[in-house]
């Protein structure tokens, strides 16, 4: 099978191909120690600009508290494999396996190496090649997204300016995203670091250009004993309800069976950089540090029954929605299920 139609089926593989503009492609390796204590994440890339002009790679590191760095490098210094998930920005490597660090400018270093135990990722089907669904296969869509491992264990340490944190026995957590542009609004929030071993959960909510519209889509998921509950736009999910307060986001998903809760609490913000017609010139305020209280409901005959409820620490929180344009009926105004 061709490289550029086997990538479908594999969404953490560099999806870009011979792309030189308009372009970026980014992976989100999130880490949390066994404690609880510390998170960090770290964010490996490529942008090309619009014309073509401006193209560098790049590793973002994100620390639960303070500011991010951006290192920024050479284009050339990128590479990837082709057979199955890799990528090198200079001294800088990222697989499955792993990654190695060894960032430094005049103002940050950053070196240490992570070991990852084995992904849990998003189903991968011959109709369904991941989170996206069928929707992987619309061209030139704004953003493809991929979740790429759910929870798995990590091993390891980094030094951060000085600083060491040990991350041996702490859980991670990986995700992607690829395409022109971040939406114009959305809300993400994602933990996998609950008093219940295996339990993780994200959840998406973000506005998608569709032909000459768009719509609010949504995307979800808790894995909970092994078991992946799916909520999307594509499985039949839809956004009940829609609460926004500041830091705080309070979302309702539900399909005929099942409803997830999920009210995600942040903190303090940090800047990243973020894409715009593939330059990385937009913004992006994320808190690392927050909280999520999640509740899984199953539905049958017109009631409603707890299966799971749960709080997630060392939350990645994003809202960005400053025009409103993601909400629904408000969730002291919506139907109770069932």
Known sequence: MLYPVRRVWRPAIYQGGHTARRYFEGWYFKQ?????????????GVSFSADGANKHAFVQVVPGGGEAHYFAYPVESFSF???????????????????????????????????????????????????????????????????????????????VNGTLLDFEGGRGYTEKDWG???????????????DRPGVSVVASIAKIPWMTRSFVGNIAGLLLDGSLHRFATYTG????????????????????????????????????????????????????????DVTLRELHGGSARVVFRGTGRQ????????????????????????
Request: glycine share 10%.
């Open 237 to 292: 999910a839809r956004l009940a309800c829609l609460d926004v307060d500041g830091a705080t986001a309070h979302l309702v998903l539900r399909d005929r069976h099942e409803e997830l809760d999920v009210v995600a609490h942040g903190g303090a913000t940090v800047l990243l950089k973020a894409p715009t017609l593939g330059s990385m010139d937009a913004r992006d305020a994320e808190s690392l540090g927050g909280t999520i």
């Open 81 to 159: 494999e082709r057979e199955r998930f890799g990528v090198r920005i200079a001294d800088n490597v990222f697989s499955e396996q792993g990654i190695t660090l060894r960032l430094a400018d005049d103002t940050a270093e950053v070196h240490g190496d992570l070991g990852f135990g084995a992904w849990m990722p998003w189903p991968v089907t011959a109709l369904s090649p991941g989170v996206m669904g069928p929707f992987r296969f619309v061209p030139r869509m704004e953003t493809y997204h991929g979740v790429l491992s759910m929870d798995h264990a990590v091993t390891g340490s980094l030094a």
């Open 315 to 338: 939350a990645g929180v994003e809202i960005m929605d400053e025009r409103g344009e993601l909400t629904p009926a408000s969730c002291e105004d919506a139907p109770a299920a069932g």
């Open 32 to 44: 949390v120690d066994a404690a609880g204590a510390h998170v960090l994440s770290v964010i490996p």
């Open 180 to 194: 022109r542009s971040f939406p114009s609004a959305w809300i993400w929030t994602q933990s996998n670091t609950f």
